[in-house]
């Protein structure tokens, strides 16, 4: 079943195309990444998602309803957090807590909203008010509020935003714990890539506001193909040898070196082949995670 | 809709600037008070200098309804200023802040919302002028005591017997509520348009004064628009304390000179806040949020 079913979705501020045709789907209880540079259209994606911006063009339908007709109804059924922890500084995160569980149409226990405040490591600040918070806590406290009415869909953008190594931790195993243990559907952006890679079973990546790639992160990081991150003295001559010969496809050059992008078992060949042209080699990395992917194919539109 | 009237109420009366309104209208009157209960008899003497010649008052001329006029003169002006403080902050002061994002993506609509948030600042402005209420009638008649209300006109003089008095504060803090609503609403406007809490203050501000000295010019070109104009009405609270008087200039005990003065400020003061809630609405329904 479809939680997320977008259809060309569009948005233009003015003369400027934020998002341009964009579909994609996300199925129930998976943790569906939701990658882009900065200003790549990911918020804005996500703000359509939530009916704070209005779409140009285009269809959003979420649990199978049509959002613009059903925004209420469906609304009940989702938490989100969106780019900052912004709160109110004169209430305290439990205020906080209470204030949205009120909101939320749904009766909500006191336990229930303890044992959120715990699940965000906040149990001990509860009766602090939030202009005492770090931003890491006020992160903590904006996912707690998504999370107090259990909703069926979660959508966190930038999550990890603010918080310390432990924290990202914490956010990591807590979305896991939601997809696997009680069946949530997350959508989840970060500029963290490698927080996404960890979590996420579905990858979209978007660049200028336009999809460029999707699939299941496995099939992203296919582990029979890597990239090649080559550095000599002499980039522009090594160029020039490697593009005549058969590693010539997708092969890239950027300020900081020249990436290949080839199947596993031709490495030790390539390699070979740049020794025996007797190119000036500095550095012959292999890189394969999807931060290496998501830069290559963004660099490349 | 009842929870988010609630929660709006429940944040205004959270946030430490709300009681600054109530407690710069505490300071003024009492310092008013103080001032009119240490020094008052000459400044009775002063008020009656031009007509001790040719009237004889009896009784006490300086008494808790005369005091409770004269601060509702000085603060009726002010008060809308503090209305605006809170107001004008209702949207704009949550899209500042980033909560508004966080209200609107639960399951209630932006009007709702929008008619929540105005029902509180209401809510506000009513308990604002309840205050004032408190403090200049019923705390002046304490300290001061009752009498027949004396009033100087600019060319004539009212004489308001004292047990017909009271309920003529009561009309004219009902309408005075129109008036501030009014402010409120016009407040909540500007808060719509804006993205920080300074601008739609300073502008309801502005707005008032520019409308207020538009209403008191005696200049013909404006005379046309004056009638439409809700400063041209917020002040016709005095219209209570005009009576009628006998063919022998006896004054009408209950009555008010002009009625239809009165109803005709409350439409134009209802139409205001229609067309300006009205008008917020429209405008928040439309609103990308990017705050």
């Known amino acids: ?12 501020f003015g003369s400027l195309q934020a998002v341009s045709a964009l579909s994609f789907e996300v199925q129930a209880g998976e943790v569906f990444g939701f990658l882009g540079q900065n200003g790549s259209g990911k918020s804005t994606t996500i703000r359509m998602l939530l009916s704070l911006i209005y779409p140009s063009g285009g269809s959003i339908e979420l649990f199978d309803l049509p959002l613009q007709a059903n925004r209420n109804q469906i609304a009940e059924r989702v938490g989100a957090i969106i780019e900052r922890p912004d709160l109110y500084p004169y209430l305290t995160a439990k205020e906080h807590l209470q204030l949205f569980a009120k909101l ?66 914490d956010i990591r195993h807590l979305i896991q714990d939601l997809a696997k243990q009680e069946g949530k559907t997350v959508l989840v952006s970060s500029h963290l890539l490698s927080e996404i890679e960890q979590v996420a079973s579905q990858i979209l990546i978007i660049h200028q506001g336009k999809k460029v790639a999707m699939g299941p992160t496995q099939t992203l990081l296919d582990p029979n193909k890597a990239i090649i991150h080559i550095v000599t003295q002499h980039d522009e001559q090594a160029l020039s040898i490697i593009g005549i010969s058969k590693y010539a496809q997708n092969i890239m050059q950027r300020k900081d070196g020249i990436y290949l992008s080839i199947a596993t078992n031709e490495i030790p060949a390539l390699h070979q082949f740049i020794v025996a042209a007797n190119i000036p080699l500095l550095s012959f990395e292999l890189k394969r995670s999807l931060e290496d992917y998501f830069l290559q194919i963004t660099s490349m539109q | 809709m009842w929870p988010i009237i609630q929660i709006e109420t429940f944040k205004i009366f959270k946030r430490p600037r709300t009681y600054i309104a109530f407690g710069a209208i505490a300071a003024l ?140 504060y009561v009309g004219a803090f009902v309408f005075a509520s129109f008036s501030l609503l009014t402010v409120t609403a016009l407040g909540f406007l500007m808060s719509s348009l804006a993205n920080n809490s300074i601008g739609p203050i300073v502008a309801t501000i502005s707005a008032i004064v520019f409308f207020t000295i538009l209403s008191t010019l005696n200049i013909p070109l404006f005379s046309a628009i004056k009638p439409y104009l809700f400063t041209t009405h917020m002040n016709n609270w005095k219209e209570f304390f005009d009576i009628k008087v006998t063919d022998s200039n006896e004054a009408i005990t209950g009555s008010i000179l002009n009625v239809a003065k009165i109803k005709n400020s409350i439409i134009v003061l209802v139409v205001h806040i229609i067309l300006f809630v009205s008008a917020s609405v429209w405008i928040v329904r439309k609103k990308d949020i990017l705050s």
């Not at chain 2, 403080?85 to 002061?93: K, Q, R, V």
Request: with cysteine; hydrophobic share 50%; proline share 2%.
């Open chain 1, 1 to 12: 079943m479809s939680v997320i079913k977008v259809h060309e979705l569009s948005k233009n």
């Open chain 2, 29 to 168: 009157i009492l310092v008013i008070q103080m001032g009119l209960k240490i020094d008052g008899e000459s400044y009775a003497a002063f008020l009656m200098k031009d007509i001790n010649n040719t009237l004889i008052v009896d009784g006490k001329v300086l008494n808790g309804y005369l005091i409770c006029y004269i601060l509702l003169q000085l603060l009726l002006v002010h008060v809308p200023l503090l209305v605006a403080l809170i107001a004008a902050d209702m949207i704009s002061g949550e899209a500042n802040l980033g909560t508004l994002r966080l209200l609107l993506t639960t399951p209630y609509s932006r009007t709702q919302w929008v008619l929540a948030k105005f029902i509180a600042a209401s809510i506000y402005t009513i308990l604002l002028l309840i205050w004032l209420a408190f403090l200049a009638l019923f705390l002046s008649m304490w300290i001061f005591g009752t009498d027949d209300l004396f009033l100087m006109k600019s060319n004539y003089v009212v004489l308001i017997e004292g047990q017909d008095v009271f309920w003529r």
């Open chain 1, 104 to 169: 939320s149409k749904q009766k909500i226990s006191k336990e229930q909203i303890a044992k959120t405040l715990e699940q965000v490591g906040l149990s001990l600040r509860s009766a602090d008010k939030v202009n005492t918070f770090s931003l890491g806590m006020k992160q903590r406290l904006g996912i707690a509020i998504a999370l107090v009415h259990n909703p069926d869909l979660i959508i966190l953008d930038e999550p990890t935003n603010g918080l310390d190594p432990q924290g990202i931790a």
